[in-house]
């Protein structure tokens, strides 16, 4: 069974940069595409990142682009997100998620992610 646990967040003041990490176990790492969704109260999860199985591969919300990095090291079984020039829109609880990697293009689906992991709150103050 895949186990994704999070880590990193925190709060950060408006502008600041902060990393979150995500373990992935219990499966061939590298056999999935992995993604960051948000949710912040009373409002849908959203997608902000996500990142092919090769690592070559990635996609951003329009909302964290050219702000936020997501990148992988297969060696430690961890997908990471660099936030930076951090907003208070960006408060969230940040989820990572994984999905066995097929032939179908790097999606930005919440439904299609079969594993998630139990979230990391970020809090940006102004």
């Known amino acids: 069974q895949v186990q994704l646990i999070e880590s990193g967040g925190g709060l950060v003041q408006e502008g600041d940069s902060l990393s979150l990490s995500c373990v992935h176990s219990?499966?061939?790492?590298?056999?999935?595409?992995m993604a960051w969704f948000r949710q912040a109260p009373g409002k849908e999860r959203e997608f902000v990142a996500a990142i092919r199985w090769t690592g070559t591969t990635t996609n951003y919300a329009d909302s964290v682009k050219g702000r936020f990095t997501i990148s992988k090291d297969n060696a430690k079984n961890t997908v990471y997100l660099q936030l930076s020039s951090l907003r208070p829109e960006d408060t969230s609880v940040y989820f990572c998620?994984?999905?066995?990697?097929?032939?179908?293009?790097?999606?930005?689906?919440?439904?299609?992610?079969?594993?998630w992991g139990q979230g990391t709150q970020v809090t940006v103050s102004s």
């Open positions: 998620a994984a999905r066995i990697a097929g032939l179908s293009s790097l999606t930005t689906l919440a439904r299609l992610y079969k594993y």
């Open positions: 219990g499966d061939t790492f590298t056999s999935y595409d």
